[in-house]
């Protein structure tokens, strides 16, 4: 039992329809980052949270699992080659930890698909790009100190 002593929701908007999101582009950020272990418990998986940053969708959530860790080699191989994806999305080629990965802007390519146990829709990621990687980058002096790093 958790206490909600303090709470009013006469004093908070209440949460939007969360239907998955369109087939697209978004840029995104990880906040959150956490080796789980499997359902079978022979492995573990990192967990990443991905905010959406910008446009009608900010602040929508999107969860990716890597295998990182887990007795099929085909599926460690394919979670590796994700988190390098990733990696190169966000800049930074050798994290020591999940947590390096934080608050960095990256373009997420994200669809729809059916769940095979439900039949409903949700989100799956299927790519990661830099962010404005064919822009040419900003001057110091034309960057706010204010800007979203993601903005810069």
């Not at 329809?17 to 080796?35: F, R």
Request: aromatic share 6%; net charge negative.
């Amino acid at each position: 039992m958790a206490n909600l002593q303090g709470f009013d929701a006469n004093t908070v908007e209440p949460s939007n329809d969360m239907e998955p999101i369109p087939d697209g582009k978004y840029v995104a950020v990880i906040t959150d980052s956490e080796m789980k272990p499997t359902k079978a418990g022979t492995g573990n998986y990192l967990q990443l949270v991905f905010q959406i940053v910008e446009g009608e969708y900010a602040n929508r959530l999107l969860w990716v699992r890597l295998n990182l860790d887990n007795p099929n080699a085909t599926a460690v191989d394919i979670a590796r080659r994700e988190l390098s994806a990733i990696c190169r999305s966000v800049g930074v080629l050798v994290p020591s930890d999940s947590t390096d990965l934080h608050n960095l802007p990256c373009l997420l390519t994200v669809k729809l698909k059916r769940r095979n146990d439900t039949g409903e829709l949700q989100n799956e990621v299927k790519g990661y790009a830099k962010v404005g990687a064919t822009a040419e980058p900003k001057p110091a002096s034309q960057i706010s100190g204010t800007d979203a790093p993601w903005k810069r």
